[in-house]
């Protein structure tokens, strides 16, 4: 019903930068919330930032002041702007939509595939 694509993903050199997008499509009426998670090897997914339709953000600690979320609810897309990378930022980042579809009554999640983004020298 809602499929999200990622793109954006790489391998940087430490204090390097770099944008993920995703973009949402399917039969979507409206979608609240959109954030991106990672999972490192060995270790559990975790929030990195999220952003509801009216452009509230929130941010996990590790990322404050160095990421920067962003969404064009026209195109049901939302970026993640990462600056300053560390390599403990390597891991997998997954986009993430709580959306409601034609048909439905309520909002659920989403998930894409996952990017990964590699943080080394």
């Known amino acids: 019903q809602v499929q999200l694509v990622e793109s954006g993903g790489g391998l940087v050199q430490p204090g390097g930068s770099l944008r993920l997008s995703c973009a949402a499509s399917?039969?979507?009426?409206?979608?609240?919330?959109m954030g991106w998670y990672r999972q490192a090897p060995g270790k559990q997914r975790e929030l990195v930032a999220a952003?509801?339709?009216?452009?509230?953000?929130n941010y996990a600690d590790s990322g404050k002041g160095r990421f920067t979320i962003y969404r064009d609810n026209a195109q049901n897309t939302v970026y993640l702007q990462m600056n300053s990378l560390k390599p403990e930022d390597t891991a997998v980042y997954y986009c993430s939509a709580n959306a409601a579809t034609y048909g439905s009554t309520y909002y659920y999640d989403y998930w894409g595939q996952g990017t990964q983004v590699t943080v080394s020298s």
């Open positions: 399917g039969s979507i009426i409206s979608v609240a919330v």
């Open positions: 952003i509801i339709s009216g452009g509230i953000t």
